[in-house]
């Protein structure tokens, strides 16, 4: 199948890398110059793994090609649309200029039985005006909205192999082609669900609703249990064995961030009061707030380790990254918290093994090195915010040999506290005793 993937980042990137993968051929379009350089010589513009060597192996065997121009899409048959739909600058509702600007510029390129494809993440009711206006500008073409679940860290696998397809579509035609790009995962068993455009647009937000939901509800208990002397991560095993419940997606800590789940329900809200429904998700606002909450407490149990003021002292951050495996800095908690530190007047000292230069970016005030060992030296304060497997795997008696005193915060309840405190270190994780 001749496939173009439109827009280029997170998402496009490693959809147009691994539909090639699956024996497509595939152009991947971008307006960003440098972007399109870098996947064009087989480099991934950002940290994900496995996609660098898939990336590799099909541009070299020239299935997969990248160009700044539309016209390069027009001799494809399936074109996903991948832009991003970011947060608007004036309020909570997602900016979809992207995805209608890619569409507009689409169009005059679409051959006859051409699929047209979103799968951006956008408010319910974007595919039926985009449908509306396909059947006025090309009815020779087809709409079909087909979300996207891949999680950074395991993208690549996520695509390949996804756990289930939501094609969006109004006719058959549409699923007989979608069935095409995606037979490996048909033939695999993948479950696959045929449904309207605004059911495929609604599964999507629907679902980082509930995730964000399930971090906040245990996030929520971190806060009872905190007053209570209760420890949330047994609390969370305990319930997590009620199948019904499930303890994924149960970890207490500092919280969610990234490019999705918080942007995600913020536009979802916003959605839902245009169509006059604000009642029906009024709890999104409540998971929201939870979740920045989380962030504060870390920076109260510095305030309240370091005797009420963390002005002038040394307190290294590890971890900048959203999650672990991942260089994404966007909406990180880490992030935050590191920069709410240095705002109280911290010497905030941060590491992270992928994310450095996007923090740096945004944040140049922080001090960074890329060296673990030199990033507790002399530190009055260590605080864990990502948990990447090196600050997971952290000997307590090696680590004391480098600060200058024995606190920790673990906000993501991942380090033995028992251990560490034998180790004669003052240990504080969110919502353990
Ligand atoms: C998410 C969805 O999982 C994915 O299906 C969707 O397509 C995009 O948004 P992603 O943002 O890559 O994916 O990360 P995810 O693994 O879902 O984690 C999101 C955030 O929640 C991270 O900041 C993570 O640290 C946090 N988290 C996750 C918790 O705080 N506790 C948990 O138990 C799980």
Redesign the pocket.
């Known amino acids: 199948m001749r496939i173009s993937v439109i827009g280029c980042g997170y998402l496009g990137a490693v959809h147009a890398a691994a539909m090639a993968e699956l024996g497509h051929e595939v152009v991947g379009i971008d307006v960003d110059e440098r972007k399109i350089a870098a996947l064009a010589a087989g480099e991934a513009p950002f940290f994900e793994p496995g996609l660098g060597a898939i990336l590799r192996s099909a541009t070299g065997s020239g299935r997969l090609r990248f160009s700044t121009g539309m016209a390069d899409a027009a001799d494809a048959r399936v074109h996903f649309i991948a832009v991003g739909t970011p947060q608007s600058a004036n309020g909570y509702a997602a900016d979809v200029s992207y995805v209608d600007a890619a569409f507009d510029a689409l169009v005059p390129y679409l051959a006859d039985g051409a699929l047209v494809v979103g799968k951006s ?1 956008v408010p319910v009711g974007t595919a039926a005006r985009l449908a509306a206006r396909l059947a006025e500008t090309a009815p020779h073409a087809r709409l079909a909205w087909n ?9 690549v696998k ?1 695509t390949l192999e996804p756990d289930r397809l939501v094609y969006g579509v109004d006719d058959p035609e549409s699923t007989r082609l979608l069935d095409q790009v995606y037979r490996a995962a048909v033939e695999a068993g993948a479950p696959r669900i045929e449904t309207d455009y605004a059911t495929a647009e609604l599964v ?1 937000v629907a ?2 609703a509930f ?2 939901t ?2 906040s509800f ?2 929520a208990m971190a806060e009872i249990a905190e007053v209570s002397g209760a420890d949330v991560t047994k609390l969370a095993d305990a319930i997590g064995h009620d199948a019904r419940i499930g303890r ?14 918080p942007k ?1 329900i913020r536009a979802f809200t916003a959605r839902a009061e245009e169509l006059g429904r604000g009642e029906s998700v009024a709890f999104l606002k409540e998971v929201d707030a939870i979740n920045l909450r989380r962030r504060r407490r870390v920076v109260e149990l510095a305030l309240e380790l370091l005797g009420g003021s963390v002005y002038g002292r040394t307190v290294a951050v590890l971890g900048l990254a ?3 495996d ?1 260089d ?1 800095v966007r909406d ?2 880490a992030l935050d918290v590191a920069v709410q530190l240095r705002g109280l007047g911290a010497r905030v000292i941060a590491t992270d093994p992928e994310a450095i230069a996007n923090a740096q970016a945004r944040h140049p005030q922080l001090d960074y090195t890329t060296s673990l060992d030199h990033a507790l030296t002399g530190a009055d304060l260590v605080v864990l915010v ?2 990447w497997h090196a600050f997971r795997a952290l000997d307590p008696t090696e680590t004391a040999r480098h600060v200058t005193a024995r606190r920790i915060i673990d906000a ?1 309840n991942v380090l033995d506290p028992t251990a560490w405190r034998a180790a004669g270190w003052t240990y504080r994780g969110l919502g353990r005793p």
């Not at 979300?147 to 993208?155: I, M, Q, T």
């Not at 994924?248 to 789940?261: Q, S």
């Open positions: 993440t979300p996207e679940f891949l999680r950074e860290g395991f993208a996520d999507k679902a980082n995730l964000a399930k971090i245990i996030n994924r997606f149960l970890n207490a800590g500092v919280g969610f961030g990234g490019g999705c789940l995600d959203f999650k672990p991942s994404d990180s908690p990502t948990e993501r």
